[in-house]
């Protein structure tokens, strides 16, 4: 018999994951419990789309992602009632008359015990299908009105921690395509209402629509500065600092400095760390966002990536006419001869994400560095405590009073 590959196994083969990581996330399952991906979700280290398609290549079952769960049609869910669904905590996806078959979606879709009885309760044939944990409990509160425990709430909330601006985190291709299945009643089931009353929006939301925290973020965590320095444009210093502390998820925290390094540079890129490597999960200002987006970049020794990423110190201004910083820049369609900017955006004291700028409009001065310095601290700073926080409030299940 062929062993199954586990699942962190093929996460850091492909790059996706490094061992420290992987290691990381085992101690906090032991604890907190739930599966491996959801651990490695709650910290961030990968992103569900990478997830998924782990998960469909591990089983050799098709992945549906999170996007096409909040499009389910109503003739599906209806072939379930709450009871069975939140029983088994599955959700169905589609139905067709003509095979007496059901497409389900549930966590393991090699529960032959779960499929089976199943199919026997309702009378009809089972396809499963799989798709995170995270997306699974999701579904069953979308439609029918099961509220997941706390944990899942943290999560569905922040969404991926990893940046991804402007591409869809749940686009991954075939692994999250439903277009193979049948077609039939095109109508999106709505969600089934609730007992329990609606979870209130957080107020962080809001406010980063308006480009400033609600003052109940202010009142959680006030600095003690005088209001009167706190003026309407949030792209100053001590408005950066304001939206860092309401800020909800690592993208929020990231944001903050996305938007102030604006006013310096005319492109900026995130990289995201993966095995050996970085890869741009962000691109802003530039022509070609769609074709860089994903672009990996080697993490050669010797170059102002590696050195960034070591010290966990920032780089200012021209870099050495090296072959690795060469590719670098190469590599994000930048001229090599220009002035760049290279900060470490650490967490857990790692720097998990790296932000670039280029296209700098003049000269920065002493102060404008130390600035950018001391804003790319407070962000670092701002993405422990919101994996502290949620470290914080989780408990495991069988220690929970009831």
Same mark, same amino acid.
């Given at each position: ?13 492909? @790059? ?47 992945? =549906? ?16 009632? /709450? ?9 169905? *996806? ?23 009885? %199943? ?61 193979? %299945? ?26 980063? +629509? ?18 009167? =320095? ?22 929020? +925290? ?29 691109? @802003? ?23 960034? /990423? ?49 296209? *700098? ?7 404008? *560095? ?12 701002? /993405? ?8 914080? *409030? ?9």
């Amino acid at each position: 018999m062929v062993k199954k590959p586990r699942l962190g196994e093929m996460l850091i083969e492909e @790059g996706v994951l490094t061992p420290e990581q992987l290691k990381t996330a085992l101690k906090a399952q032991m604890i907190y419990g739930g599966r491996l991906g959801t651990n490695l979700l709650e910290f961030g280290y990968i992103s569900e789309q990478a997830l998924t398609s782990a998960l469909s290549n591990q089983l050799g079952i098709s992945a =549906i992602s999170s996007a096409a769960l909040a499009e389910v049609p109503k003739y599906a869910i209806n072939k379930l009632d /709450r009871a069975q669904a939140e029983k088994y905590q599955v959700v169905p *996806i589609d139905y067709s008359k003509d095979k007496r078959r059901l497409d389900i979606v549930l966590v393991d879709p090699t529960n032959l015990s779960v499929l089976d009885e %199943l199919s026997f309760q309702i009378g009809l044939n089972i396809r499963p299908h799989l798709a995170s944990e995270a997306a699974v409990i999701y579904a069953l509160e979308r439609y029918y009105g099961i509220t997941p425990d706390r944990r899942y709430i943290l999560i569905l909330e922040a969404g991926s921690t990893n940046v991804t601006h402007g591409v869809s985190p749940d686009d991954i291709g075939a692994a999250g395509d439903m277009s193979h %299945l049948p077609t039939g009643d095109t109508g999106v089931a709505p969600p089934i209402p609730s007992s329990s009353p609606p979870r209130p929006s957080g107020s962080t939301e809001t406010g980063r +629509a308006q480009g400033r925290t609600s003052p109940s973020a202010r009142e959680e965590a006030d600095l003690g500065i005088p209001d009167s =320095i706190w003026g309407e444009d949030q792209l100053d210093l001590p408005g950066c600092i304001r939206r860092l502390q309401g800020a909800s998820n690592h993208t929020k +925290a990231v944001e903050v400095l996305l938007d102030y390094g604006q006013r310096h540079f005319a492109r900026r890129f995130v990289l995201a760390e993966r095995a050996q490597r970085y890869e741009v999960v962000f691109s @802003g200002g530039v022509e070609d966002a769609v074709g860089l987006h994903g672009r990996s970049i080697p993490l050669e020794d010797g170059s102002v990536l590696a050195n960034v /990423r070591e010290s966990l110190r920032p780089h200012f201004g021209f870099l050495s006419q090296s072959p690795q910083n060469i590719s670098f820049m190469k590599r994000l369609n930048e001229d090599p001869g220009g002035p760049v900017v290279v900060l470490p955006l650490a967490s857990q004291g790692r720097a998990d994400l790296v932000l670039v700028g280029t296209g *700098i409009g003049g000269p920065l001065t002493k102060l404008e *560095i130390r600035r950018l310095q001391m804003l790319t601290e407070k962000v670092s700073l701002a /993405r422990d405590i919101l994996v502290l926080r949620r470290r914080l *409030i989780l408990l495991p299940n069988d220690l929970v009073e009831r």
